[in-house]
């Protein structure tokens, strides 16, 4: 009694979990009404032609008894009349389905991926890449069971229900009671299923996107992999996944097929019965045989809505939980409402000042920003250095505005950023990051995103004042050098050298550098050091630096620890305290002279 009533509580808890579903999906169908109302209208045809057909296959079956043959070869046209009908309509059902089901998951697919285009990167970089691929393939497939042909299904077999059983309740009442008996099996157990089934499909989803993380990190990981030879643990990791996903997919299929052949048993049942019984009535000359003939043929469309709207609520079940994991991203909150994109700053001639004041952050509940405060004047170059974790790169990302500050402000030109749109904010920094990505395609091409109407001449002129043109003729395509998926067919250096360009074409007011030059080696990067001191020049510039002997120039060096100020000043004043600045230069200093000892 206790799993009777688990059961019907879960019933009703899957029935809000459909409304829900529906109302995000909603403003999709309402948007591409018309391939649904089309396949609304077939409904009505479809019926007409069910009862047409049934009604003619009842009058030529009593013509052919009664040998009225001339009255019989009279409706052969107009039987190949409803044929013809009916393949029409299958064909353009077809078509307004492909129609009203491809529309709504082409604008769902666009809708999600702007959607994480515009939530805070917070949500994005901790969600796996893998997990956010299976959202644009697996969960999307799986909306496909409540749109298109499925939805339309949720009306049209309830009609097609009451039509036919008002037709087959004028041949005979007691004939067309008995045809009905069974519904409410059909219906209880396509509502047990579709539960089963419910459960069963969100494991399946789960598994779906534990394999794509796992296939994502073992792609991208392929160089450890080899290098610490797990390829044999890691083949058997997945041997491991697949296997579940398997044993998940052959449960699914049970379940379907149990459902299905319950209801091939449940139909040929009635029908056998319907058969046996009017057989009798036709014996005792209650019924013809035209009508016995047009009462089984309707018999099949009869059962068929009780299976038919079963196996929707199982299809539906089968949705809910794709939708379900779609919803996790589309409640997000949007950082903005419209998609940033470049906005064209003037030629700077002057940087722009930048003003933290009692800024805090933390991940989690942990601090990582702690109360800091700090002032860069227009056209200066500042330098923040640390170890490693003492919240220098947060502070490029609450600059940039990926992040929110728990508490305190940030201005850039005297503006608060929080009330500046992305768009306007981004456009006026570079970046150069310590981990580069390139976009698949050629080093022209990653260049041209720095900014819309860059042509050759700006290019080349860009590469030629960072000292790296001729690093890029040596290549063998030039320019036109395919760099791969992520950069992969260049060096960790070469590509920090395409980023540097890429920042200095942007030509943007704010310069953050973040080890922009830790993976070139010492005679490049001395080349790219002396044309980056060109290229600061009228720019307020950030420097993340480990390596101390880059940032001696500097205008001011900040040390960080735990997120707090502990030191600021030029070199020439830190050097002369004894605090933690002179302690990091003196022991990169005594690294540097062993490694000049062993060289």
């Known amino acids: 009694m206790n799993k009777l009533l688990r059961l019907f509580k879960e019933s009703l808890i899957n029935m809000y ?35 047409a057909t049934a009604w003619l296959m009842g009058r030529m079956t009593d013509s052919a008894v009664n040998r009225q043959f001339d009255e019989l070869m009279s409706m052969v046209p107009l039987a190949l009349g409803l044929t013809a009908l009916g393949i029409a309509a299958g064909y353009f059902g077809s078509h307004l389905e492909l129609w009203a089901s491809g529309k709504v998951i082409k604008d769902l697919r666009e809708y999600l991926l702007r959607h994480l285009l515009l939530v805070s990167p917070e949500y994005t970089d901790r969600s796996r890449p893998g997990k956010l691929l299976t959202h644009f393939t697996q969960d999307l497939f ?19 229900f009451a039509a036919v059983l008002l037709y087959m309740a004028q041949t005979h009442w007691l004939l067309a009671a008995i045809s009905v008996a069974a519904a409410p099996l059909v219906a209880l157990c396509g509502g047990l299923f579709g539960l089963l089934l419910k459960r069963n499909s969100r494991s399946i989803y789960d598994q779906v996107e534990k394999m794509n993380v796992f296939l994502s990190e073992t792609i991208h990981g392929l160089s450890v992999i080899r290098s610490y030879t797990l390829e044999k ?13 398997y044993g998940l997919a052959r449960k699914e299929t049970r379940l379907q097929g149990f459902y299905a052949a319950f209801g091939q048993i449940a139909g040929s049942g ?12 036709v014996s005792t000359s209650q019924i013809t045989v035209g009508s016995m003939v047009a009462f089984l043929n309707l018999t099949g469309h009869l059962i068929y809505p009780l299976t038919g709207m079963a196996a929707i609520w199982i299809g539906y079940q089968n949705s809910v939980p794709a939708l379900e994991r779609l919803m996790e991203v589309l409640k997000q909150q949007p950082q903005t409402l419209l998609l940033p994109g470049y906005v064209s700053t003037p030629t700077p001639t002057k940087g722009l000042s930048i003003h933290f004041e009692n800024v805090t952050f933390g991940y989690g509940g942990r601090p990582v920003i702690d109360r800091f405060s700090l002032n860069i004047r227009s056209g200066q170059t500042v330098a923040i250095v640390g170890t490693t974790g003492a919240g220098k790169s947060t502070l490029f990302n609450l600059l940039q505005g990926y992040y929110q500050p728990q508490q305190g402000l940030i201005e850039v030109d005297g503006k608060r ?25 050629t080093i022209r091409d990653n260049l041209l995103l720095a900014r819309p109407g860059l042509t050759d001449a700006d290019i080349q002129a860009a590469a030629k004042a960072a000292n790296l043109h001729d690093f890029i003729q040596s290549l063998p395509d030039g320019y036109d050098t395919v760099v791969g998926e992520r950069g992969a067919g260049l060096s960790g250096g070469q590509r920090q050298r395409v980023a540097i360009i890429r920042a200095i074409l942007k030509d943007a007011p704010i310069l953050l550098m973040d080890e922009a030059t830790s993976a070139l080696d010492s005679e490049t990067e001395h080349q790219v050091k002396e044309a980056l001191k060109r290229v600061q020049r009228g720019r307020t510039t950030l420097v993340i630096a480990h390596r101390l002997s880059t940032i001696h120039h500097a205008d001011q060096i900040v040390v960080l620890e735990e997120g707090k100020i502990t030191e600021i000043g030029t070199h020439e004043q830190l050097i002369r305290k004894n605090g933690p600045y002179r302690k990091l230069v003196r022991h990169q200093h005594f690294l540097d002279k062993e490694i000049n000892a062993a060289t």
């Open 142 to 160: 799986g909306v496909e069971g409540m749109i298109g042909a499925n939805l339309v299904q949720v009306i049209r077999l309830p009609i097609i």
């Open 17 to 51: 979990a459909v409304r829900d579903a529906f109302r995000v999906i909603k403003p999709f169908l309402r948007r591409h009404w018309k391939p649904h109302a089309g396949l609304f209208l077939l409904v009505f045809l479809e019926i007409g032609l069910t009862l």
């Open 417 to 441: 950023i929080a009330e500046l749109a992305p768009d306007e904010l981004r456009s006026s920094m570079a970046l150069v990051a310590q981990e580069t990505f390139l976009f698949a395609g």
């Open 233 to 245: 643990a890691y083949f058997g990791k997945y041997y491991a996944h697949s296997e579940r996903l």
């Open 270 to 281: 009635i029908f056998l019965f319907c058969l046996c019984f009017a057989a009798y009535l």
